[in-house]
């Protein structure tokens, strides 16, 4: 399949999955109802469920998943590791601390977006660490071990904050967040959100043609014209953007950033500037079938939808390590 064809084939599935996200849920309110809403004829009931709960949940899928799809693929392309994703420099633990510390201190509860707001702050003090760590060394492996550094730091001060957390309650509601969840997110959600990712994605994306250098090495890339500090820099720039506002609104969601590189990579060549958009697609049709996956299997109390992504995710990173050990046999 060449590039264009499949590029199509992911929009129209984002496309047909951000329907079924608009059209799926506990209420009565289906296809049917979508199209009287489309045509100006469905009633207020219909109108508030679709507008107010369904489409933050479906513009949120679009945007976190299509930013951890991007995020995985740039982070495995500069990395030259398949096993590398977003969460690998920091920002998501970091990110998941500021939002529990609101949750932690009441400030959550003050007005609804301090919650983000924490996310996004903690998120931007993880990058700043992870530069500080990084110094100017260039080296992939410096920038892997900062990352290691600040997301074990920032997820013992997470697991401190859960184990003095004020009641029970407290701590069931930092439980719950971190589970990662689209639920109960509004328009005012996806107006914060959505600024930071994109710009984020939009530096991402810069990084396509010193990534297809970096597969000939880093010698060759320098002789090629590709600045290692400056890579460097826009690379941590645009993840910490993009998954900090992420992680921000909707928690830790795993895997995403990992699985859809790898799915789509021998699909385009094995060429990791290919791989940019189509892994932003994949993300993002990823994670609205699994929020579809979420409504439809709820009953009751609600299945969160980190832990449906990391059902999908976690067989996949054992059948890695399984043809890793047969290719090394």
Avoid: C
């Avoid at 590039?3 to 799926?24: D, E, K, M, Q």
């Avoid at 045509?39 to 369904?54: D, F, N, S």
């Avoid at 719950?176 to 984020?200: E, K, N």
């Amino acid at each position: 399949m060449n590039r264009a064809a499949l590029t199509a084939l992911l929009v129209i599935t984002v496309a047909v999955l951000f329907v079924a996200s608009l059209a799926v849920g506990p209420a009565a309110v289906g296809i049917e109802s979508l199209g009287k809403f489309l045509t100006g004829r469905a009633g207020e009931a219909e109108r508030i469920i679709i507008v107010e709960v369904r489409l933050p949940r479906a513009l949120l899928a679009v945007l976190i998943g299509g930013a951890l799809g991007l995020a995985g693929a740039v982070l495995q392309g500069y990395l030259r590791n398949p096993l590398a994703e977003p969460g690998l420099i920091g920002v998501s633990a970091s990110g998941a601390f500021g939002a529990v510390l609101t949750l932690y201190t009441g400030i959550a509860s003050a007005f609804a977006l301090a919650l983000p707001l924490g996310g996004i702050l903690g998120a931007a003090m993880g990058v700043v660490a992870v530069q500080i760590l990084a110094g100017r060394d260039t080296s992939a492996f410096t920038l892997i071990l900062s990352g290691i550094a600040v997301t074990s730091f920032a997820g013992a001060l997470t697991a401190l904050a859960l184990n003095l957390a004020p009641s029970p309650f407290a701590a069931l509601e930092i439980v719950f967040w971190m589970m990662g969840s689209l639920a109960d997110r509004s328009l005012d959600h996806v107006a914060l959100a959505a600024p930071f990712i994109a710009l984020g994605a939009g530096i991402l994306l810069t990084t396509g043609r010193a990534l297809d250098a970096l597969t000939l090495g880093e010698d060759t890339a320098a002789t090629l014209g590709v600045d290692g500090t400056s890579l460097r820099r826009r690379i941590i720039a645009g993840t910490a953007l993009a998954i900090g506002a992420a992680t921000a609104v909707a928690g830790a969601i795993g895997f995403v950033g990992l699985v859809v590189p790898h799915l789509l990579r021998p699909l385009t060549g094995h060429r990791p500037a290919a791989l940019l958009v189509t892994s932003a697609l994949g993300g993002a049709a990823l994670t609205l079938a699994a929020d579809i996956i979420v409504r439809v299997l709820s009953a009751g109390a609600e299945i969160k939808l980190g832990v449906v992504t990391a059902l999908i995710g976690a067989p996949f990173f054992l059948w890695l390590v399984l043809s890793a050990r047969r290719r090394l046999a």
